[in-house]
């Protein structure tokens, strides 16, 4: 797991235009039961339930305890987000099983940074827990990444939490010396300091 971009900040100033959804991306062998598509409406209690679960105290960005109109103002503002200079992308890729009918089972995001130009992101990611463990993410970071050649993308991850350090070792992120950081979560999640690696990609 990895924070995601912090959604509570942005200015929620009304729904952007609706647009039509990404293509489904087949993962590879043997994650082949896996794909990638856009957020829908009939995901927003999927995304309440986990969002209210374990990953509250995990994940510092969403709010909690996260509601209906959250997830709708997600779809609305920030999940179908495009980017020009890289065709067919969005900034959240739902994962979903198809054994499961389609759940979603976690999404990868890939939010631009504030101030740079755009070819510069935010990688952030998180499984259900039931889907955790199997090794899954690695191919969906590469996956995903793959539809960015050139971008330079930022990622983050706890110290002490080796699992999704594995991740972006395992996809090519370099661990950035001296760039270790403190971050204070929310009173509801806990309110703890927690330490914060830093790592870089360049696609």
């Not at 504030?114 to 969906?140: C, D, N």
């Amino acid at each position: 797991m990895i924070n995601i971009s912090k959604m509570e900040n942005m200015p929620k100033d009304g729904p952007r235009s609706p647009l039509e959804p990404i293509p489904e991306t087949a993962l590879p062998l043997p994650f082949d039961d896996y794909f990638l598509s856009s957020l829908k409406p009939s995901d927003f209690p999927r995304l309440v339930e986990l969002y209210n679960s374990d990953l509250a105290f995990i994940l510092l960005s969403p709010p909690y305890p996260y509601t209906f109109d959250d997830a709708q103002w997600f779809n609305d503002n920030r999940a179908h987000t495009r980017f020009p200079s890289y065709p067919e992308t969005q900034e959240a890729w739902v994962i979903r099983s198809k054994p499961h009918n389609g759940i979603l089972v976690g999404i990868c995001g890939t939010h631009p940074v504030p101030g740079q130009s755009g070819h510069h992101f935010k990688l952030g990611y998180f499984l259900a827990p039931e889907f955790r463990g199997k090794g899954i993410m690695p191919t969906v970071v590469t996956e995903v990444l793959k539809k960015f050649p050139g971008a330079i993308f930022d990622a983050e991850a706890e110290v002490a939490n080796l699992g999704s350090q594995k991740v972006l070792e395992k996809c090519g992120f370099q661990y950035i010396e001296g760039g270790n950081f403190e971050e204070t979560w929310p009173v509801s999640k806990g309110g703890e300091v927690r330490q914060i690696l830093k790592f870089v990609k360049q696609c």
